[in-house]
């Protein structure tokens, strides 16, 4: 059976992203989008799995504000609807976000916005909690995937008692930490969409009715620690006259630090699970006895100015210790060893007492690498080849890149790129260099589902002022670096949901591009020459090559490889690893013979591309003979 469908009382072992998922389901909720993005995927992709048989819309949308707009628009209809999304996402759909404050929903409507402490997978470290204060709306914190899956029920009851969008924060840690889930109640919510036209309400054009709104937010925020306290939110364990103020994953770090220390129980813990609005009242009825207090999170010291500030305009006689007297970090992730150190400073336990160690065994740096046979190594090298033979020095061609897996593409061998910056930004970028008066040549790179989600409107700018820039669509079909989730070229989603296909282009033919080409990648020779060509064009407004090939590990799990699989003939072999050093495959390493290193291909990796043996200049590497049975 579908472990997110086991009856209530269950019990099962679940990453933080299912257990949110289960909590959506228990919640009763009917939509459900999002846009692809580490540490968020796998709520979405869960969900999928059960979409058809629970009578939910559960899709990827283009982008999050549009993730977030089909959302609301469900929640507005009386619809419970939730909308995930990364960190950065949160800025695509912050406009829309801002403004649902102001309209409400009437259907409960859980945010989620996964944040990337560390970071591990994102361009920024993100400190998301802020985005709360700026759309007033009240936002939870979970801190294992218990607690995920119980607070985003909690969150669409305070959602519909405040007729407020919730905002779920969590982290990597809460997202892809795996632990037991127990199970609750699934709701059968039977619900008419229902939409009544109230002006005031839903139209931000009417400057009056936006003031009325503001003051409705501000009187409905009011009311949320007292709905937040009736659904059991925010909690107090332990007792004593020194307390520790947490929230998230950091809570979990702190229980951790202090069974180890053997504290638990000497210490009151003040666990913050809805961060903002800041439970004034709660806060200051735990507080007030205290002789100090450490606050322990992650990022920013956002609870740590809140806190301060309470402690202040009430006048409590607590000393408070933020991140400048803990020495806790403003930056990358906590852990249980950085925690302990701090709560032992805390309460002034010598550190020898502790017998704290560093870890012994350091894990060496292992960045990611494009696969073997990825098509966007092929498109770089030959685009780092065309540069050249049109006459240029790769230092003279800047080639802004974009988000996704093609910007490891910044790594040796290749280091094709120059700049990744945000979703669908390498195009405006490289419009930007155009228009300052750069006269070489100008690139940008872009994968399908970033053009898809930020870089139709750079490209329409790009036609509109013939502006003359290349632009490399790297179309692999699919949205591979979180997890190969579906893009609109794809004629059936994850869910069964048929679709229509949008080809990319026939689009950027619509768009009024008059130079389009569509390349194979794994065809080299093919690739330069039409790199060449669009860069010795000169005045010739917007390029678009469309570097086309199937992400190689989609074909391999298909039962499929690419062509040939490839072997060394060491008769031939003059040891110059070129094949290594052109590539950087990892399919290709090397041994040691007689003193020297020479290549050796690993076979369970290799997928049969064939850059190696177009790269070897003595023909060295030829095809493998199949064995007759």
């Known amino acids: 059976m579908e472990v997110l469908l086991l009856p209530p009382h269950s019990k099962a072992v679940l990453m933080g992203n299912e257990a949110i998922a289960r909590g959506a389901i228990e919640a009763g909720i009917g939509v459900a989008t999002g846009y692809p993005g580490t540490p968020s995927s796998e709520v979405i992709m869960s969900l999928s799995r059960v979409a058809k048989e629970l009578g939910m819309y559960v899709e990827w949308a283009v982008n999050e504000k549009v993730a977030l707009e089909i959302a609301l628009g469900a929640a507005f209809a009386g619809i419970r609807s939730l909308a995930t999304m990364k960190a950065p996402g949160a800025n695509v759909a912050s406009d829309s976000f801002v403004s649902a404050a102001y309209s409400g929903v009437n259907g409960g409507m859980v945010i989620l916005i996964a944040d990337d402490p560390g970071p591990h997978t994102t361009q920024t470290e993100q400190d998301s909690r802020w985005y709360a204060d700026l759309a007033k709306l009240p936002m939870l914190e979970p801190s294992d995937p218990q607690e995920a899956k119980d607070l985003v029920v909690k969150g669409y009851d305070l959602s519909e008692s405040l007729k407020l969008p919730v905002i779920l924060r969590t982290t990597t840690r809460v997202n892809h930490t795996v632990g037991d889930v127990v199970y609750g109640e699934m709701r059968r919510i039977e619900r008419k969409p229902i939409f009544i036209k ?65 504290k638990e129980h000497k210490v009151r813990i003040i666990k913050i699970e809805m961060s903002y609005p800041l439970p004034k009242s709660f806060l200051l009825k735990h507080l007030k006895d205290l002789e100090k207090a450490l606050v322990v999170e992650e990022l920013d010291p956002y609870l740590e100015l809140k806190v301060r500030t309470l402690a202040h305009e009430e006048k409590l006689g607590v000393e408070i210790w933020g991140k400048k007297e803990s020495g806790i970090p403003i930056e990358g992730e906590l852990n249980p060893f950085i925690v302990m150190r701090v709560i032992a400073k805390f309460l002034d336990i010598g550190i020898v ?34 540069i050249k033979k049109a006459g240029f020095k790769l230092e003279e061609v800047p080639i802004m890149g974009d988000i996704g897996c093609y910007a490891l593409s910044y790594e040796p061998p290749l280091e094709a790129i120059w700049t990744e910056h945000a979703m669908g930004a390498s195009i405006g970028l490289a419009l930007g260099l155009k228009v300052s008066g750069l006269d070489k040549p100008v690139v940008a790179t872009i994968g399908d589902s970033t053009f898809f989600h930020a870089g139709i409107p750079p490209l329409l700018e790009a036609v509109h002022k013939n502006l003359d820039v290349i632009i490399v669509i790297l179309d692999n079909e699919v949205v591979a670096m979180t997890g190969h989730q579906s893009t609109p070229e794809w004629s059936v989603t994850e869910s069964g949901r048929r679709t229509t296909p949008i080809d990319i282009l026939s689009l950027v033919k619509g768009l009024g591009v008059r130079y389009v080409k569509v390349i194979n990648p794994y065809n080299i020779n093919e690739a330069i020459e039409v790199f060449t060509e669009a860069l010795l064009m000169k005045n010739a407004g917007p390029r678009v090559i469309i570097s086309k090939a199937p992400c190689a590990l989609m074909v391999i799990r298909q039962g499929k490889i690419l062509g040939p699989r490839r072997t060394i003939d060491y008769n031939k072999c003059r040891n110059c690893l070129l094949c290594i050093i052109e590539t950087g495959c990892p399919a290709l390493t090397t041994e040691e013979v007689f003193g020297k290193k020479r290549p050796v291909i690993v076979k369970e990796l290799c997928v049969g591309c064939g850059h190696c043996a177009y790269v070897c200049p003595f023909n060295a590497i030829i095809e493998e003979v199949k064995k007759s049975d």
């Not at 909690?235 to 053997?262: M, W």
């Not at 017998?355 to 060496?364: G, V």
């Not at 990825?374 to 685009?383: T, V």
């Open 353 to 386: 007492e502790l017998k704290l160690e560093e870890p012994r065994t350091a894990i060496t740096p292992r960045p990611p690498p494009m696969c073997a046979g990825c098509p966007h190594r092929f498109s770089y090298y030959a685009l780092l080849k065309a």
């Open 198 to 262: 109230d002006v005031e309400r839903y139209v931000r054009a009417s400057m009056v009715g936006n003031l009325m709104r503001h003051k409705w937010l501000n009187n409905q925020l009011a009311k949320a620690e007292e709905e937040a306290s009736k659904l059991g939110i925010n909690r107090v364990e332990g007792d004593g006259n020194i307390g520790i103020i947490t929230s998230g994953v950091s809570y979990s770090y702190v229980i951790e630090s202090l069974k180890r220390i053997g």
